[in-house]
């Protein structure tokens, strides 16, 4: 059985950092590509960030780049997301995700397994 399980969220002041974890399970994580997503309140699920299964390709929305930092550690089948100068708009829950894909790494609709979501709340 497939398992993805995020941790890391909770709640942070304006221009704080977080560092998100997603430990899986059940899947040959070295041949799968990973996604972080976030869905706000109201909001579809969006693309934040993507890492190639090899790790030598990454990929992030304009609104986190530069503040964002994915990464993978193939031993630990686990990918992290390091999240500096956190907005209030950064506010949702955030959903890993892994597929066997690449060019539509930006669609969750390309991706085979999610995880339940950890709250990233960040106050003004």
């Known amino acids: 059985q497939v398992r993805l399980v995020e941790s890391g969220g909770g709640l942070v002041q304006a221009g704080g950092s977080l560092r998100l974890s997603c430990a899986t399970s059940?899947?040959?994580?070295?041949?799968?590509?990973m996604g972080w997503f976030r869905q706000a309140p109201g909001k579809e699920r969006e693309f934040v960030a993507f890492?190639?299964?090899?790790?030598?390709?990454?990929y992030y929305a304009d609104s986190v780049k530069g503040r964002f930092t994915i990464s993978r550690d193939n031993g630990k089948n686990t990918v992290l997301l390091q999240m500096n100068s956190l907005k209030p708009e950064d506010t949702a829950v955030y959903y890993c995700?892994?597929?066997?894909?690449?060019?539509?790494?930006?669609?969750?609709?390309?991706?085979?397994?999610w995880g339940q979501g950890t709250q990233v709340t960040v106050s003004s």
């Open positions: 995700g892994a597929g066997l894909l690449r060019n539509t790494y930006y669609s969750p609709l390309a991706y085979n397994y």
């Open positions: 059940g899947l040959s994580f070295s041949t799968y590509s």
């Open positions: 890492i190639w299964w090899s790790a030598d390709t990454t």
